[in-house]
């Protein structure tokens, strides 16, 4: 079956970075555009990030562009999220996701979910 682990979350001081990292299996990673996601308590869950299957096409949100970046190495089935001048509004379970297609729009559906990481930024 298909499983998207991620790791990399934590807890980091505002103006710090992390990195996400999210491994798939079960799944033609290389067929898949993925995604990362993040809710926040008492929030919806909003896309932060979406990546083309060859990594050729990425989108935004506006509050993390310039800041964060995702990326992609299909070898090894696994979809990063670089998270660099870290805020306290950035705090939030930050979740994976796999759809059949790119799409820019944020409010796109998908197939497939991980289980989330917990990242906190203390101010």
Known sequence: QVQLVES????VQAGGSLRLSCAAS???????AMG???Q??????????????TGA???????VNGRFTISRLNAANTVYLQMNSLKPEDTAVYYCAARR????DPRS???????????????
Do not use: I
């Open 40 to 53: 926040a308590p008492g929030k919806e869950r909003e896309r932060v990030a979406a990546v083309s299957w």
């Open 109 to 123: 559906r998908y197939d497939y979910w991980g289980r989330g990481t917990q990242v906190t930024v203390s101010s």
């Open 26 to 32: 079960g799944l033609a990673f290389s067929n898949y």
């Open 57 to 63: 096409y990425t989108s935004y949100a506006d509050s």
């Open 8 to 11: 990399g979350g934590g807890l």
């Open 36 to 38: 990362w996601f993040r």
């Open 101 to 104: 297609t790119y799409d820019s």
